[in-house]
């Protein structure tokens, strides 16, 4: 079935019994971004399948405990935009918490975050960003040119690199070999984090049982920061609105979040790598 291609994507190396709320919220609102009613369809066929799931099989056993989707509003049609964004406060305290040593994500997917919000990128778009894909970093134009493949239109797209998301990636960037600018740990700087690694970085994870034991739960970056909810997608309504405050045009930074070339490059530049600055 088409509607569930996504979650498959998203969800197909999981159990069942551990997609969280948080999970199917941030998975929904992704789809909804650019098809509200598909997110509805998507919602509805979750909800009925999860729902199926949880009925006694032919031993009496439940295949899933729970119904993630059961208590979610409808996340597209006549539902808002989210407009989330991040105080000053609340981003002072995550960018300096994902620094911390105790932190319950790698360093590459506390990287990833932060480069969502020094660039206004897509959330896949930093966890699959190439090395081959970053240019002039140590020149006076550094970008990140997107290949069509990541992009929603189907079109190569140019993202200016401010002086700050140089120094995230400069971290990133520790291996000299290294093929991807996240890479997993599950590779060897040749394999990119997945695309749900940042939401679930940031959800954390219920304990789940396997034929080796149970695993405990996993604590999400919010819940360790004390910070209120917020998606991955968030941090890039969030990078917006630092970019209009830095003085930024609104078309100038419409155009970086839809993804249209034109002399938006040289402006967002020119603008956001003079002001744009680590969070004091």
């Not at 941090?235 to 002399?263: Q, S």
Request: proline letters at 6%.
């Amino acid at each position: 079935m088409g509607y569930l291609k996504k979650p498959r994507l998203h969800w197909g190396h999981l159990p069942a019994n551990s997609i969280t709320p948080d999970d199917a919220a941030d998975l929904l609102d992704m789809i909804a971004e650019t098809a509200p009613v598909g997110a509805n369809r998507t919602q509805s066929i979750l909800h009925t399948m999860f729902k199926w799931a949880r009925q006694p099989g032919t031993k009496g056993r439940k295949l899933v405990t729970h119904n993630p989707i059961s208590d979610l509003e409808q996340r597209g049609g006549k539902e808002k935009r989210r407009e989330r964004v991040l105080t000053d406060a609340e981003i002072k305290t995550l960018w300096w918490g994902l620094e911390r040593e105790d932190l319950p994500a790698d360093r590459h997917t506390a990287l990833g975050l932060k480069f969502i919000l020094t660039t206004m990128v897509r959330p896949y778009q930093s966890a699959y960003a190439d090395v081959s894909e970053l240019l002039n970093l140590d020149g006076t134009d550094p970008e990140y040119h997107l290949p069509p493949k990541r992009v929603k239109r189907r079109r190569p797209v140019i993202v200016p690199l401010s002086e700050l998301a140089c120094e995230v990636l400069d971290e990133a960037l520790e291996d000299k070999d290294q093929v991807v600018v996240f890479p997993s740990r599950m590779g060897d700087g040749d394999i990119p984090i997945r695309r749900d690694a940042l939401a679930q970085a940031l959800n954390g994870k219920k304990a789940e049982k396997r034929k080796n034991g149970t695993v405990a739960d996993r604590i999400g970056i919010r819940e360790f920061l004390g910070l209120a909810h917020f998606t991955a997608h968030d941090l890039r309504r969030t990078a917006a609105t630092i970019a209009r405050r830095a003085g930024a045009p609104r078309a100038d930074v419409k155009a970086m979040l839809d993804h249209i070339n034109g002399d938006v490059t040289e402006t967002m530049t020119s603008t956001i790598c003079s002001k744009r600055r680590r969070p004091s």
